[in-house]
């Protein structure tokens, strides 16, 4: 018979899911006292880590209703996990372990429960948190529960050969039937025969068929510069995929391409009321609430990268770039927003556009995109290889989660660009550095 495990949860995996404690089925399940209070510190602020504490705590009390049993002895949930709260202990083991740093207080906690004999596995999203209880003895890991194997991850391009016969028919036809191909909803097919002919169609999940992309000449002054770019922007200016998703390393246009997309929706077709553009707030010294100022003017450093593509977008217009920009701000059709002001929002018939997703958690993504009102699109950009939040990594990131979750939904698309644009000097860079 299997043994059980004790699994010690660290801070950081509840304010990355508020429901962990409920993913360790037949094995118990063990929060120490200084986890509790650095929740019970969270608890007040009005971003998502605050939303988390709460949501942790609520969850910790509703459990003797729940459940069977006491936090002090255990609770017996009906998927068998019990969850039990640890008791403070001194620190009499033999590692000099400062006690007035949590972390330490975490992980001295489980080594003490490991000394009683118990088979000890620490839980947490801090890499040095986890080198610190391997150190001592302890097994730990990474919170698995909210990951998607980004090696592997849907690219939403598909390249296939098929006779120059059947080409033909899709350019006279504009369809041609998909039905020996195993096709996700909404993915590009790149279509070439021996005779090097090629045509690129999008499969249509309900009529099983590849259909030609939406005819598309100068947006806002820029065109595709390659196949991926040219699917990208078929998806961006379909109004029934109501999320789309792009992943790409530095330079291959992603915000760019959604912009531009953005601003011909909003500003030619009037199909959005607004453009609504957000980036996570990932400081690297204070946060945006020390700096001085509005909100605008706080904002404005971190939006720095949205305000460049808008001139560059001005710009290939042929006009003023100074004038049109002007005029497309006093417009007040496209709006600034932290991300942690999007939260207790509803937003209807807006064009969304969040960039550097990647540094956003799966329950921030889910909070973003749960914000989406009637008539709304919501564009996720970002590269799951370029993360700036301690603890996230490629596979436990809300973008590379979203795609996981969305790829077999009709409403959503995807695509993964792997050319870098931007410029002779930086593909260069990001092929060999």
């Known amino acids: 018979m299997k043994s059980h495990k004790t699994f010690v949860l660290d801070t950081n995996v509840l304010l990355h899911d508020p429901k962990a404690l409920l993913q360790f089925p037949r094995n118990h399940v063990v929060i120490p006292i200084a986890v509790l209070e650095e929740l019970d510190k969270m608890k007040r602020l009005p971003n998502e880590l605050g939303k988390n504490s709460r949501e942790t705590i609520r969850l910790l009390d509703s459990l003797k209703i729940i459940g069977k049993g006491n936090l002090h002895s255990g609770v017996i949930l009906d998927n068998e996990t019990t969850v039990r709260v ?7 083991v033999q590692y000099d372990f400062a006690m007035s740093v949590n972390d330490n207080r975490i992980i001295i906690a489980a080594f003490l429960l490991a000394e009683k004999g118990e ?3 620490f839980v947490s999203k ?22 998607y194997s980004y090696e592997n991850v849907y690219t939403g391009i598909q390249y296939i050969e098929m006779p120059k016969h059947d080409i033909d028919l899709f350019y006279k036809n504009g369809q041609i039937p998909v039905t020996n191909i195993n096709c996700r909803p909404n993915e590009y097919l790149v279509m070439t ?4 002919s090629s045509a690129v169609g999008k499969f249509d999940p309900v009529e099983k068929q590849a259909e030609m992309l939406i005819k598309v000449g100068n947006i ?15 998806l961006l200016l379909r109004d029934e995929v109501k999320l789309v998703t792009l992943i790409g390393q530095a330079g291959t246009g992603k915000t760019l391409l959604a912009l531009a997309c953005g601003m011909r929706k909003v500003f030619d077709e009037g199909s959005y009321s607004r453009i609504l553009v957000s980036r996570p707030i990932m400081p690297l010294g204070r946060d945006i609430g020390y700096l001085p100022g509005t909100k605008e003017e706080k904002l404005f450093p971190w939006m720095q990268p949205i305000y460049d593509n808008l001139d560059f977008l001005c710009a290939s217009t042929g006009g003023e770039s100074n004038e049109t920009l002007k005029w497309v701000l006093d417009s007040r059709k496209i709006e600034m927003e932290a991300v942690t002001y999007i939260r207790g929002r509803s937003l209807p018939k807006m064009y969304i556009i969040i960039d550097e997703a990647q540094n956003l958690t799966p329950h921030e993504v889910k909070t973003i995109i749960s914000r989406a009102g009637e008539g709304t699109k919501v564009i996720l950009a970002g590269d799951p290889t370029q993360i700036d939040n301690p603890y996230l990594d490629k596979d ?5 989660f979203a795609v996981g979750k969305f790829v ?15 410029s002779e000097l930086a593909a260069l860079a990001a092929e060999i550095l």
């Open 86 to 92: 640890q008791p403070e202990f001194k620190n009499h």
């Open 126 to 147: 801090d890499f040095a948190a986890r080198i610190k209880a391997e150190a001592i003895g302890i097994e730990a890991e990474d919170y698995e529960n909210l990951k």
């Open 396 to 400: 436990s990131n809300g973008l590379t």
């Open 193 to 196: 025969s021996p005779e090097n």
């Open 408 to 422: 077999d939904h009709h409403i959503y698309g995807h695509i993964f660009l792997d050319k870098t644009e931007r």
């Open 119 to 121: 088979k000890v596995v």
């Open 220 to 234: 806002w002054g820029i065109k595709p510069r390659n196949v991926e770019q040219r699917c990208a922007i078929d």
